[in-house]
């Protein structure tokens, strides 16, 4: 459809697009050997000038990220590819992995020879059966052909790739868990500074970048920073992909240029809602964002800037939609269970705060809260927001404060009726419903 | 060799479960094709640590579970001591620490897959496997287990069977994948 723009997207159709037949049929691999041609400081350059950002979840310049690296370093410098894709709503990552795990390793070639790295641990999540298998092929053949390993593609520099498996904590998603975790250890995120790319991974300099923010380094080395950025916005330059999932027509990978209405994703791209049902709220960025009302969702545009405006964040791009048979109540409790089954303990804040938001959201669920409760969750989330060493206590606390604030009338009507008012419209009938239509 | 407090023995499923392998009066080794595979390992980390998840998995694909003697080779293998290794397997949830049915099934009960009726799909499984989350079938062939996000959400409500996504399924859907499970281990023979 006319909205989408696949420049990382181009080769999902081609038949066996995982293959390195396929991806060099493609036109594959020629920019990594124009980029091995250049000096790196031009490449790092050409991704500054591009203005792409981080697709993992900050948005942080991913150039500006290359370039604090020391240029000289007495330990070896590390890439670290986050293919850890565990944020709920996210499954962008996968498709890449699964549909072009070629592009990607071409994103290392060119990102490691940019920085000066000859070693590469890519960071799978340890659930990815198909994903991992597929790119563990591609490593392969791209070994067998000297793509990988020492000269690579016939030059004098050297690049060693390792994939390794993670084994189920959302908490090896963030940069400095995934880096101990790497290491042999519990994944317990650090304390910054130091940076990853000033101390990394076995004390090295280190980059850390997520899987499509690294597949999109070919095309833009290719085809230049100009042609770039003539997608998206001013601010938000270039493609992003959505992974867009709950009760619409078609959900799915989409991409499309950043800065696109809201509206158009979901009504026209996935087809709008089921059972001809209206959107009652919206989580654009994956689970850890704060939700918007349909209202604020219909006015947004994807973009970093639009959607801070909007009192949310881009994310992952992991969009959860929420039809109008959801109960808020029960959806944030689902969230909340979450984020206290995987904050990692380290932070009293974190480890207390995400426990306390789960106990008193199932109880407010189950009919049994006060009136009270629901200031006492704001006020604990106040209390979570920037007092600990990774985001994951925030990431709690900005839904829970969000849903609170915007839904507040369902939760009253919970605490008024001392049971959930969706259930005599049980949301389990509504779901089963739901997949009969389907 | 334990140097590493232990727990309740009611409540540690590793002191519950004595290791079948020491029953069947097997040491627990690696083989030779494995400890190639351990020296291909280690040549890819700087540390020697490094190598945990990953010998980690071996032993895990190779029993299915990782039994509490495993823990203690990994760990000599690596250079750190046995507690270090334990405290790594028991901080990510795909390690096993006892062992389970024939078929792993995961069902995924969070946002996504709940707005898609994941809750009435546990309900099917509960009802054709007469078990719930955490418990494995009599037959041995099924172990259950409620996860979160599988990153499959287009596909939801998600059921990973093993290393394999299934969905968007539903209590048909569900009754095929279980009955296929079935008939082909009823075909090797394995019930
Ligand atoms: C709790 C938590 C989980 C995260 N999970 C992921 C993840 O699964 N994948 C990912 O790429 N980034 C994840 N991130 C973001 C990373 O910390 C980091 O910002 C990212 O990998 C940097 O790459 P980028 O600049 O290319 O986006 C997570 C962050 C937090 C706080
Ligand atoms: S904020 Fe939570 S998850 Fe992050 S380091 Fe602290 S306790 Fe661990
Ligand atoms: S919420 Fe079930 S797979 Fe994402």
Redesign the pocket.
């Known amino acids: 459809m006319a909205a989408e723009v696949k420049l990382l997207s181009r080769n999902f159709g081609s038949p066996e697009s995982w293959t390195l037949s396929s991806y060099e049929r493609a036109g594959g691999y020629r920019t990594a050997v124009k980029a091995l041609r250049m000096d790196p400081a031009a490449v790092t350059e050409e991704v500054k000038q591009s203005g792409l950002?981080?697709?993992?979840?900050?948005?942080?310049p991913?150039g500006m990220?290359w370039g604090f690296v020391p240029k000289d370093s007495n330990s070896p410098k590390y890439l670290c590819v986050?293919?850890?894709?565990?944020?709920p709503g996210?499954f962008k990552?996968r498709y890449l992995l699964e549909l072009d795990p070629h592009q990607l390793i071409e994103g290392i070639v060119i990102t490691s020879w940019a920085v000066g790295i000859h070693r590469a641990y890519i960071y799978v999540?340890g659930e990815f059966g198909l994903p991992y298998h597929r790119l563990q092929a591609a490593v392969d053949e791209a070994y067998a052909k000297g793509y990988l390993g020492p000269r690579s593609f016939g030059t004098a520099f050297d690049l060693d790739v390792t994939i390794h498996r993670g084994a189920g904590a959302?908490?090896?998603?963030?940069?400095?868990?995934?880096i101990e975790s790497l290491e042999g250890k519990p994944g317990r995120?650090r304390i910054k500074p130091p940076f990853p790319a000033v101390v990394g991974v076995f004390g090295g300099p280190t980059v850390?970048?997520?899987?499509?923010?690294?597949s999109a380094v070919p095309w833009i080395i290719e085809n230049g920073a100009a042609a770039y950025r003539s997608y998206g916005t001013e601010k938000s330059p270039g493609t992003k992909l959505f992974s867009v999932s709950g009760p619409v027509a078609r959900p799915g990978v989409y991409e499309v240029p950043l800065g696109l209405p809201l509206k158009t994703l979901v009504y026209d791209l996935c087809g709008g809602i089921r059972g001809g049902k209206a959107m009652k709220a919206n989580i654009p960025g994956g689970s850890?964002v704060p939700v918007l009302t349909r209202e604020e969702a219909e006015g947004a545009d994807l973009d970093y800037e639009s959607l801070a405006a909007a009192g949310t964040m881009l994310g992952?791009g992991g969009m959860i939609v929420i039809d109008e048979e959801t109960c808020m109540v029960r959806a944030l409790s689902t969230l909340m269970k979450f984020y206290a089954h995987?904050s990692c303990g380290q932070c009293t804040p974190c480890r207390e705060g995400t426990g306390w938001l789960r106990g008193l959201v199932a109880r407010l669920e189950a009919g049994g809260g006060s009136p009270a409760d629901m200031d006492k969750i704001l006020s604990i989330t106040n209390r979570m927001i920037g007092t600990t060493i990774?985001?994951?206590s925030d990431?709690a606390a900005m839904p829970a404060a969000s849903f609170v604030t915007k839904f507040r009338g369902e939760f009253e009507r919970h605490v008024g009726a001392g049971r959930c008012p969706f259930r005599s419209d049980p949301l389990l009938a509504g779901a089963a419903r739901r997949q009969d239509h389907a | 060799m334990q140097p590493f407090e232990r727990s309740d023995p009611a409540h540690d499923p590793t002191l519950r479960d004595p290791c079948p392998l020491r029953r069947l009066g097997h040491p627990l080794a690696f083989s030779a094709e494995e400890e190639d595979r351990i020296e291909r390992l280690l040549s890819r980390y700087p540390t020697r640590e490094a190598a945990i998840l990953p010998m980690l998995w071996m032993i895990q694909d190779r029993h299915g579970w990782i039994p509490e003697e495993a823990v203690s080779l990994v760990a000599e293998r690596c250079g750190v001591p046995p507690s270090h290794a334990y405290g790594v397997v028991s901080f990510y949830t795909m390690f096993r620490r006892e062992p389970g049915g024939r078929h792993q099934l995961q069902i995924c009960t969070n946002l996504s897959c709940q707005l898609m009726g994941a809750e009435h799909l546990l309900d099917c499984l509960r009802r054709r496997l007469g078990i719930g989350p955490g418990e494995t079938a009599a037959d041995g062939l099924f172990t259950l287990n409620e996860v979160e996000c599988l990153a499959a959400c287009e596909m939801a409500p998600v059921v990973q069977v093993d290393d394999e996504f299934h969905g968007p399924l539903d209590d048909r859907g569900l009754g095929e994948l279980l009955d296929g499970l079935r008939a082909r281990a009823a075909k090797e023979g394995r019930i």
């Not at chain 1, 950002?53 to 942080?60: I, V």
């Not at chain 1, 986050?82 to 944020?87: C, I, K, L, P, V």
């Not at chain 1, 850390?208 to 690294?214: D, I, P, Q, S």
């Open positions: 950002r981080g697709r993992g979840g900050a948005g942080f991913t990220k986050n293919a850890d894709e565990s944020e996210t990552d999540r959302y908490i090896c998603g963030e940069e400095t868990g995934l995120p850390v970048n997520n899987v499509e923010t690294l850890s992952s995987e990774c985001v994951l990431a």
